[in-house]
């Protein structure tokens, strides 16, 4: 919440963390004057892969799956998260409440965790990306699906992965540095390894044109950053 307070505020902005015990729970508050949120974004803050709106010199990134870490791992320990704020350019205030007791709490009888069900279609799948963060989350989501996914951060590792495996897909970062997604499927293509995979392109942008000029260079898909979970799915058949 704090990183989110900071990529949303200007270096002029407050940003404020409150605690308190109110009515046996902890009570932890960060609020900020910054950005804000918009009433239909609200509501639909803590989902995955939402975000705010960007600012004016860019600086908001990440995946959009802070928010929805918060309040998974808040409920986990019985607790709650709520987000409130005036409308855009007002700020917002984010509060987690989490219970307290001074009774040891009985452990839970052993459950058996059942692996992930496998999908209808299971894909070798290699994701490229210099976002290490990025390319390691969206990797641990697919194989959370039951697909087989491997992740590289430079063009050249991709290249070798793609040289060394059988895959059903590449997903490879436009942005990538020195060799951009463009010339690294052409590369791939070059190398006459894996005829039948399907290039994904992964990008922050989405306008018409770009999505013109990734299908003209033989991508099989347009997926826009902060990726949605529904495009996703469509894409893997999960």
Same mark, same amino acid.
């Given at each position: 919440?704090?990183?989110?307070?900071?990529?949303?505020?200007?270096?002029?902005?407050?940003?404020?963390?409150?605690?308190?015990? @109110?009515?046996?729970?902890?009570?932890?508050?960060?609020?900020?004057?910054?950005?804000?949120?918009?009433?239909?974004?609200?509501?639909?803050?803590?989902?995955?892969?939402?975000?705010?709106?960007?600012?004016?010199?860019?600086?908001?990134?990440?995946? #959009?799956?802070? /928010?929805?870490?918060?309040?998974?791992?808040?409920?986990?320990?019985?607790?709650?998260?709520?987000?409130?704020?005036?409308?855009?350019?007002?700020?917002? *205030?984010?509060?987690?409440?989490?219970?307290? *007791?001074?009774?040891?709490?009985?452990?839970?009888?052993?459950?058996?965790?059942?692996?992930?069900?496998?999908?209808?279609?299971?894909?070798?799948?290699?994701? @490229?990306?210099?976002?290490?963060?990025?390319?390691? *989350?969206?990797?641990?989501?697919?194989?959370?699906?039951?697909?087989?996914?491997?992740?590289?951060?430079?063009?050249?590792?991709? /290249?070798?992965?793609?040289?060394?495996?059988?895959?059903?897909?590449?997903?490879?970062?436009?942005?990538?540095?020195?060799?951009? #997604?463009?010339?690294?499927?052409?590369?791939?293509?070059?190398?006459?390894?894996?005829?039948?995979?399907?290039?994904?392109?992964?990008?922050?942008?989405?306008?018409?044109?770009?999505?013109?000029?990734?299908?003209?260079?033989?991508?099989?898909?347009?997926?826009?950053?902060?990726?949605?979970?529904?495009?996703?799915?469509? /894409?893997? #058949?999960?």
């Amino acid at each position: 919440m704090l990183t989110n307070a900071s990529r949303y505020s200007q270096a002029a902005d407050d940003i404020v963390v409150r605690t308190a015990v @109110v009515g046996g729970e902890l009570e932890i508050e960060v609020s900020d004057n910054g950005t804000g949120l918009s009433a239909d974004l609200l509501p639909r803050i803590f989902e995955p892969f939402m975000q705010g709106e960007r600012t004016l010199h860019g600086a908001v990134g990440g995946l #959009g799956i802070g /928010l929805a870490l918060v309040k998974n791992l808040t409920e986990l320990h019985g607790g709650s998260v709520v987000a409130r704020s005036a409308g855009s350019g007002k700020g917002s *205030t984010f509060t987690v409440r989490l219970p307290l *007791t001074s009774e040891a709490m009985a452990p839970e009888p052993a459950t058996v965790v059942s692996p992930a069900p496998s999908p209808r279609n299971r894909q070798h799948v290699l994701v @490229v990306d210099d976002n290490i963060d990025a390319a390691d *989350t969206l990797a641990e989501i697919l194989r959370a699906y039951g697909h087989v996914v491997t992740a590289v951060y430079t063009p050249e590792d991709a /290249l070798q992965a793609f040289m060394q495996q059988h895959l059903d897909l590449a997903i490879l970062d436009i942005g990538l540095p020195g060799t951009d #997604g463009y010339e690294l499927a052409d590369l791939m293509r070059g190398t006459r390894h894996n005829a039948s995979v399907r290039y994904v392109a992964l990008t922050g942008f989405g306008q018409a044109i770009d999505q013109q000029r990734s299908a003209a260079a033989g991508f099989a898909a347009h997926l826009v950053k902060p990726l949605a979970s529904d495009s996703l799915a469509i /894409l893997l #058949g999960i």
